[in-house]
């Protein structure tokens, strides 16, 4: 078992949706980057949905997710897991964000994207949220090869009519 610490959110001050993973995968933490696998579908979806994808640098990438007010960051701050996957993540070492200063800062968001179930299902078990619109999408990770990356993507399409709705 390694005890694993997330990264610090990307966003701005504007930011009206917040895109919440579980905890960077061991590849991302090697890259210092979020979803930095190259078969996570993350950056492809960004680039179809807001031209934020892998043809760009990652910092360039980030910040057009930021001018588009898009945030993103993970539920758990720190977790004792080994490998990768979130079926890994022992649920008696973790430590959740926080989420209460995070949202005082950011009270333009309105939206809150989780990149799969587990994300999810960490959120709403630690964190108490009824002010923010919650929404699961099916994981970009490479774990979850039975969704095409056009079923994803419809999905995914959500964040943009959220931005445009509010």
């Not at 002010?131 to 990770?141: E, K, M, N, R, Y």
Request: proline letters at 2%; aromatic letters at 12%; one cysteine or more.
């Amino acid at each position: 078992m390694s005890d694993v610490s997330g990264f610090a959110a990307e966003s701005n001050a504007t930011a009206r949706i917040l895109i919440l993973g579980s905890m960077p995968g061991q590849r991302s933490l090697d890259e210092n980057r979020y979803y930095a696998h190259p078969r996570n579908t993350f950056w492809d979806i960004m680039g179809e949905l807001f031209d934020a994808g892998r043809e760009h640098s990652y910092a360039q990438s980030l910040s057009l997710l930021n001018k588009q007010n898009i945030a993103l960051w993970d539920v758990l701050q720190r977790c004792e897991r080994q490998g990768s996957l979130d079926s890994a993540i022992r649920s008696e070492a973790l430590v959740i964000n926080d989420f209460a200063s995070f949202f005082t800062r950011h009270t333009e968001i309105h939206s809150v994207f989780f990149n799969g179930k587990k994300a999810y299902e960490l959120y709403k078990k630690h964190y108490a949220d009824n002010t923010h619109q919650l929404i699961a999408l099916p994981s970009t990770s490479p774990a979850n090869a039975k969704m095409s990356f056009s079923g994803k993507l419809e999905y995914w399409a959500r964040l943009r009519e959220a931005l445009v709705s509010s």
